[in-house]
């Protein structure tokens, strides 16, 4: 059975129909892609997921559950947590106080603490700037704080979207291979990303989304070598 399994997503925005009818689904322990254009309803199909916009019909069923309606600040509970586009940290908070912000559905403070030494080692620049207001950091600096964050709540179900924007080729390469880390101790991951030959050489699978319909899927390494998908996506 599907960890997380979309049927029909659809939203509109008054008369514009942005998702058509989408379905896909993530299984437990996969990293999976959803690649496209810009404007093709990658982030508009993650914040319906995350119920931050609202859904004009479908179902989202994650761990056997229903949870299509499911307020957004209640998923993270279930075993969900989003790093959204654009990072979205606490700008004014020092990053100590963000990490800890993401642990705030648990009360356990041996766990927190054990929590924190595994994001220090993940990213050690963290614990270096752990009392640095968060709005100073470098963009990559921020972006490892955003994926931390998240992590703090030990989720099942990780949702990165668009986790390169904005970051030099160093800063990607180092987010990337803490998505593959994380995936391999436990977490599975959806992935929207723009990179897209990044994005599809990480993924086990992978759908593309154009103008709010679902066009192809295949494993990662069938779409990197698909010749429709290098022109559109990966520079011919």
Do not use: W
Not at 27 to 55: R, S, Y
Not at 81 to 107: C, M, S
Not at 159 to 179: A, K, Q, R, W
């Amino acid at each position: 059975m599907a960890l997380l399994e979309v049927k029909d997503l659809e939203v509109n925005y008054g008369l514009i129909k942005a998702i058509k009818g989408i379905s896909f689904e993530v299984n437990e322990g996969e990293i999976v892609a959803l690649i496209g254009a810009n404007g093709a309803g990658k982030t508009t199909t993650m914040h319906a997921l995350n119920c931050l916009i609202g859904k004009s019909g479908g179902t989202v069923t994650f761990d056997g559950n229903d949870i299509t309606n499911i307020p957004a600040h209640k998923l993270v509970t279930l075993g969900i947590a989003q790093v959204p586009e654009g990072r979205r940290i606490f700008q004014e908070l020092t990053v100590f106080e963000n990490l800890k912000l993401g642990y705030y559905t648990k009360k356990d403070p041996v766990e927190l603490n054990a929590r924190l030494e595994e994001m220090y080692s993940h990213f050690p620049i963290l614990a270096e700037r752990k009392n640095q207001i968060a709005g100073t950091l470098s963009g990559g600096e921020q972006q490892m704080l955003a994926m931390s964050r998240a992590l703090m709540s030990s989720p099942k179900l990780l949702l990165l979207d668009e986790p390169s924007m904005g970051l030099s080729p160093l800063y990607v390469n180092t987010i990337f291979e803490m998505i593959k880390t994380v995936n391999k101790l436990g977490t599975t991951v959806l992935l929207v990303e723009q990179n897209a030959k990044k994005a599809l050489s990480i993924a086990d699978r992978a759908y593309v989304l154009e103008i709010g319909k679902m066009t192809k899927t295949g494993t990662g390494k069938e779409l990197l070598s698909d010749e429709s998908v290098r022109k559109a996506y990966l520079g011919g």
